[in-house]
Nanobody, 128 residues
Framework: QVQLVESGGGLVQAGGSLRLSCAAS????????MGWFRQAPGKEREFVAA????????YYADSVKGRFAVSRDSAKNTMLLQMNSLKPEDTAVYYC?????????????????????WGQGTQVTVSS
């Protein structure tokens, strides 16, 4: 069983930066990948970014490409999301998730259904 805890959310002005962290409670060797999703009020949960735990391949939604960067610290069982040039439309609850199964395509990483464990979410609010 894996427990995930997000932190680092908050209120920031447009153009600012935030860094989110996702700490896993157990060793991550059994995980194939971890991802970030977000959900704004009245909208469906959407994919943000993912990282393959071994090898560090990364995947991004077009809406955040060039502004967000996902990384991992294997020694600390932690995944990070550096968010720069934030926009009001980035406002959402951000969730981290862990996938223990093999994925072979962007579509696989971007599908919430493929993830097995989820954190409780952290609020990110970007003011204009």
């Amino acid at each position: 069983q894996v427990q995930l805890v997000e932190s680092g959310g908050g209120l920031v002005q447009a153009g600012g930066s935030l860094r989110l962290s996702c700490a896993a409670s157990s060793r991550t060797f059994s995980m194939y990948a971890m991802g970030w999703f977000r959900q704004a009020p009245g909208k469906e949960r959407e994919f943000v970014a993912a990282i393959v735990w071994s090898g560090s391949s990364t995947y991004y939604a077009d809406s955040v490409k060039g502004r967000f960067a996902v990384s991992r610290d294997s020694a600390k069982n932690t995944m990070l999301l550096q968010m720069n040039s934030l926009k009001p439309e980035d406002t959402a609850v951000y969730y981290c998730a862990a996938d223990i199964n093999y994925c072979s395509s962007y579509g696989c990483y971007a599908t919430a259904y493929n993830y097995d464990y989820w954190g409780q979410g952290t609020q990110v609010t970007v003011s204009s």
